[in-house]
């Protein structure tokens, strides 16, 4: 019944290495979206994604890069990692357009990131 | 610009008693609201949405929301509490844009169930 998928639920990286967030979804959605948590703050969007190879900035994009080659699969990438990015990361799924459910996003169970 | 507000960080109820979780909205278009649910460890999940139907929203477990226009809010609520209520509750506005949503999230209230 799993519909999304992140790869890693607990990661320790040190500062400056290069980390992969994968996250896959098999329900067929356009849209693809990457989050993080922080207590407090509530959800802040990094980047999403509408259609394979395409991407947006969200509200705090800095530090981060996407990619999406194949529709089912999005990646968040922190090129060198840094301690103010430990957080919890969760990716997210919609349908595109005016559909009913467009605006409905599935989320996996999250990625918790911790930076040395 | 749409924007979100979660009036309480905690609520603390005991076990049978009535939920009111508080949010209110902006939104320059006829918004979606949302509520999600986050339960310790866990992804988030759809409770209930709105989308301009009924403005009385029934939800999963018991949760119903009240569109209300006039005073921008969209509270949560619950007759009677139960511990597995217990989790960190997320109230949404969204925008449908050029196909793709662009959603507001709250900060979020965490509610406690005491026995």
């Known amino acids: ?116 | 610009a749409q924007s979100v507000t979660q009036l309480d960080s905690h609520v603390s109820v005991s076990e049978g008693t009535p939920v009111l979780l508080r949010c209110n909205y902006s939104s320059s278009y006829s918004p979606s609201l949302f509520w999600y649910v986050q339960h310790p460890n866990k992804g988030l999940q759809l409770l209930l949405k709105y989308t301009s139907a009924a403005t009385l929203v029934k939800g999963i477990n018991g949760f119903e929301a009240e569109f209300k226009k006039s005073e921008t809010s969209f509270h949560l609520t619950k007759p009677s509490a139960h511990m597995s209520d217990a989790a960190e509750y997320f109230c949404v506005v969204s925008d449908l844009v050029k196909g793709y949503s662009t959603l507001t999230f709250g900060k979020g209230t965490m509610l406690l169930v005491s026995p």
Not at chain 1, 61 to 79: A, C, D, Q, W
Request: proline share 2%; glycine share 8%.
């Open chain 1, 1 to 116: 019944d799993v519909k999304v998928t992140q790869s890693s639920r607990y990661l320790v990286k040190r500062t400056g290495e290069k980390v992969f967030l994968e996250c896959v979804q098999d329900m067929d959605h356009e849209n693809m979206f990457w989050y993080r948590q922080d207590p407090g703050l509530g959800l802040r969007l990094i980047y999403f994604s509408y259609d394979v190879k395409m991407k947006e900035k969200g509200d705090i994009p800095e530090g981060y890069s996407v990619s999406r080659e194949k529709k089912e699969r999005f990646s968040l990438i922190l090129e060198s990692a840094s301690t103010n990015q430990t957080s919890m990361y969760l990716c997210a799924s919609s349908l595109w357009g005016t559909r009913a459910g467009a605006n409905v996003l599935t989320f996996g169970a999250g990625s918790r990131l911790t930076v040395l």
